[in-house]
């Protein structure tokens, strides 16, 4: 059942009291750690705890279900990137209704995989 949340905050709110489950695929943590490294400069336990609170925050939970025949069907032809594609494997074999992403060229793509996008 699709659905709406207005902004980020509340997306995460929804899901710390679990109204809605959050799901991060593996990969996506590998990307947040990689961009708190190469862009923000956190390193040592700086960066342990940035990753340990992705991984603990109330709701969310970590996925390492990824089917790479699904991820190799869709990149890089349909998405060019393999952490978004990787992303779209996830969510379409689990039947998820939605990706929040901030990322607006994948947000404009999920559609034709038959995924709303929000944020």
């Given at each position: 059942m699709p659905f709406t949340i207005n902004c980020?905050?509340?997306g995460?709110?929804?899901?710390a009291n679990g109204e809605i489950a959050g799901i991060n695929p593996q990969s996506v943590v590998?990307?947040?750690?990689?961009?708190?490294?190469s862009q923000y400069g956190?390193?040592?336990?700086?960066?342990t705890t940035a990753v340990r609170a992705?991984?603990?925050?109330?709701?969310?939970?970590?996925?390492?279900?990824?089917?790479?025949?699904?991820?190799?069907e869709i990149w890089p032809d349909t998405l060019p990137g393999l952490a978004d594609a990787a992303i779209v494997a996830v969510a379409t074999a689990n039947r998820?209704?939605?990706?929040a992403t901030f990322?607006?060229?994948?947000a404009n793509r999920l559609e034709t995989f038959?995924?709303?996008?929000?944020?």
């Open positions: 980020p905050a509340n995460l709110s929804f899901a590998f990307e947040i750690a990689y961009v708190l490294q956190l390193t040592g336990q700086r960066l992705v991984v603990t925050f109330p709701g969310m939970r970590i996925v390492d279900d990824c089917s790479w025949k699904r991820v190799l998820y209704d939605a990706v990322d607006r060229k994948l038959g995924l709303a996008a929000y944020w």
